[in-house]
């Protein structure tokens, strides 16, 4: 059974801190993709990497970085979390670019 | 950018009823898909549809596809209580960065 799981369920941070969000699937999947989701925009791609160490800009990746040392992780750092951060953050695997995603269960990050 | 864009944004039915969800996307596509997210949790993959495909079933679900008017129709039918969801449409055109997922439809299945 596929898995993609993601380090925490909520997350309450403060305005400069720099927040980590990690992202592991099982599934030796090439490709992970990180989004945030928010009310009535649906989801926007932050980063996505399609190979270990390799990392691609999403439609909004200002604020945000990305590490991919091994191929099964994927995390998301905000170098300093900012109030319009707070979010729904998705991380998501796949085999091929355009193949099916297999989502972990989100993470509701609040920074303050 | 956001891709493909549900039509409506919210649908309320009484469980045994059809519902019926649209897309509509701006450029050409490898694939759509369809999925599906329970309040606050990850999306699961329901179905993918192919440029070269019309129609494809999957249980309860038919998705067709009109690439012809870049759009996309997802029909639950007989629905039930558990169907209450909300379910985006998400295009591939086959070469990174991919994938975009609309905004959403909101289902609510009424016992």
């Known amino acids: 059974d596929v898995k993609v799981t993601q380090s925490s369920r909520y997350l309450v941070k403060r305005t400069g801190e720099k927040v980590f969000l990690e992202c592991v699937q099982d599934?030796?999947?090439?490709?992970m993709f990180w989004y945030r989701q928010d009310p009535g925009l649906g989801l926007r791609l932050i980063y996505f990497?399609?190979?270990?160490?390799?990392?691609e800009k999403g439609d909004i990746p200002e604020g945000y970085s990305v590490s991919r040392e091994k191929k099964e992780r994927f995390s998301l750092i905000l170098e300093s979390a900012s109030t319009n951060q707070t979010s729904m953050y998705l991380c998501?695997?796949?085999?091929?670019?355009?193949?099916?995603?297999?989502f972990g269960p989100g993470t509701r990050l609040t920074v303050l | 950018s956001q891709q493909g864009e549900e039509d409506p944004q919210a649908l309320s039915i009484q469980e045994g009823e059809n519902a019926t969800m649209n897309c509509s996307y701006k450029t050409s596509i490898n694939n759509l898909q369809w999925y599906r997210q329970n309040s606050g949790r990850g999306l699961v993959h329901l179905i993918l549809i192919r440029s070269n495909e019309r129609e494809k079933h999957s249980g309860r679900l038919r998705v067709t596809l009109d690439t012809s008017k870049k759009s996309s129709s997802l029909l639950i039918t007989a629905s039930r209580a558990a169907d209450t969801a909300s379910y985006f449409c998400a295009t591939a055109r086959g070469g990174p960065p991919d994938m975009r997922f609309g905004a959403g439809t909101r289902l609510t299945v009424k016992p």
């Open positions: 990497s399609y190979d270990v160490k390799m990392k």
């Open positions: 998501a695997s796949s085999r091929g670019q355009a193949d099916t995603q297999y």
């Open positions: 599934m030796d999947h090439e490709n």
